[in-house]
């Protein structure tokens, strides 16, 4: 259960900014470039919770 409000949590503000740049017809960052930052930022607090 951790792990998933960290998830929820830590992409929150990240999803607010898509959603906000989206409303005024612009998209700060590619598909490409959110998977890279969800595998670079959360990969080494998801592991410290999963042990």
């Known amino acids: 259960m951790m792990f998933v409000n960290y998830t929820l949590t830590?992409?929150?503000a990240e999803v607010r900014v898509i959603w906000v740049a989206s409303a005024f017809g612009y998209?700060?960052?590619t598909a490409v470039q959110i998977l890279w930052i969800n595998l670079v930022s959360d990969s080494g607090p998801a592991l410290a919770l999963a042990s």
């Open 27 to 29: 998209l700060p960052v």
């Open 10 to 12: 830590g992409n929150l």
